[in-house]
């Protein structure tokens, strides 16, 4: 899922279980598609966990002007910086689908 805050989901996909959640969050990146410049900024902050801290994942959201915020993987041979304050925001995600599941009881 990809919302935009605790109250907003921007898009979703389901998928199998089985399946990994990195190439199913490309797909999903790919279906919101490039963001426009917004003012000062050059690309949208985009919050992940670190399922999707993969190679792949982080340039697939790059090219579509957003800015990875994950954390690397405590095994990363060369691990990169990030916003930590910024991350802490992520659980907003973890609070959306509480809400959802709340809501379908």
């Known amino acids: ?26 797909l999903l990146l790919e279906t919101i598609g490039t963001q426009k410049y ?12 670190r399922a999707y801290e993969d190679d792949d994942t982080r340039y697939t959201a790059q090219q579509l002007y957003f800015t990875p915020v994950v954390p690397p993987k405590k095994n990363r041979r060369k691990p990169w910086e990030y ?22 009881t």
């Open 83 to 104: 916003d930590k304050e910024l991350y802490k925001r992520r659980n907003e995600v973890e609070r959306l689908f509480r809400r959802i599941l709340v809501l379908r």
């Open 38 to 49: 917004q003012h000062n900024f050059k690309s949208v902050p985009l919050l992940m966990d």
């Open 1 to 26: 899922m990809v919302s935009a805050n605790d109250r907003i989901a921007v898009e979703f996909m389901l998928s199998a279980g089985q399946l990994h959640d990195a190439p199913q969050g490309r």
